[in-house]
């Protein structure tokens, strides 16, 4: 596809459950970027990656999430133990280079029961 | 701390006015100021984007307005129309630091 694909667009967990997020990148892009965009708020940062390399995940809130690109493509994002403090949207961006224009996917919007 | 401030928080026009945004920031290290426009259930897209080594920036009827001495930027949208009802967020970043989003702003433009 032409554009940053994202799966699931919804996801509904109970508290306590593990949930994996699912980012496909715009074909070719190095860089990607995992945000969390909370009700009313604006996105915020949690983890970038160039290639397969996790340069910074200092915006993980807890090491309950953990992100991966294992060949430096499609990229996982996935929450442990799900609190209700976790829903939101969790929106996924690439760029050719780190820094080049950010194209954002859809989102996949969590709630945690 | 939070690095870029926003407001205001929502904003009501008339179709055909021109609603402006603000953004101000701290670190003078920053050097790219974009705007992205969300719609509902999808994500942002980068409308605008200025450095600041010019004051203003047009594209279409879109205008980016910054002053470097104050540390200020805004958005203003010309002849605003009812399909620009929209969340914006302005954001900030330098070198290949990562990009900071302000909190957003709430734009209705009734018909």
């Known amino acids: 596809g032409a554009g940053v694909s994202q799966s699931p667009r919804y996801k509904v967990a109970k508290r306590g459950q593990d949930v994996a997020l699912r980012c496909d990148p715009i074909s070719g892009h190095v860089s990607l970027f995992w945000y969390q965009q909370a009700l009313g708020q604006g996105p915020e940062f949690l983890t970038y990656?160039?290639?397969?390399?996790?340069?910074?995940k200092s915006g993980l809130p807890s090491d309950r999430f953990f992100a991966e690109r294992p060949e430096g493509s499609v990229s996982t994002l996935k929450i442990q133990r799900t609190q209700q403090e976790d829903s939101a949207v969790y929106l996924c961006?690439?760029?050719?280079?780190?820094?080049?224009?950010?194209?954002f996917g859809e989102g996949s919007r969590l709630t945690v029961l | 701390q939070q690095q870029v401030k926003q407001s205001p928080q929502s904003l009501i026009v008339q179709k055909g006015g021109i609603p402006i945004i603000n953004c101000a920031y701290e670190?003078?290290?920053?050097?790219?100021f974009p705007w992205y426009q969300q719609f509902p259930g999808k994500g942002p897209a980068l409308l605008i984007a200025?450095?600041?080594?010019?004051s203003e920036k047009k594209e279409g009827r879109f205008t980016i307005s910054f002053n470097k001495s104050a540390k200020q930027f805004s958005l203003h949208i010309m002849d605003s129309q009812p399909g620009d009802s929209a969340t914006y967020f302005c954001?900030?970043?330098?070198?290949?630091?990562?990009?900071?989003f302000g909190k957003g702003t709430m734009l209705l433009v009734s018909p």
């Open positions: 954001a900030v970043n330098s070198g290949y630091s990562t990009l900071t």
């Open positions: 990656f160039q290639n397969e390399a996790q340069l910074d």
């Open positions: 670190n003078t290290a920053f050097d790219y």
């Open positions: 200025i450095r600041p080594d010019v």
């Open positions: 961006a690439s760029s050719f280079d780190r820094g080049g224009e950010l194209f």
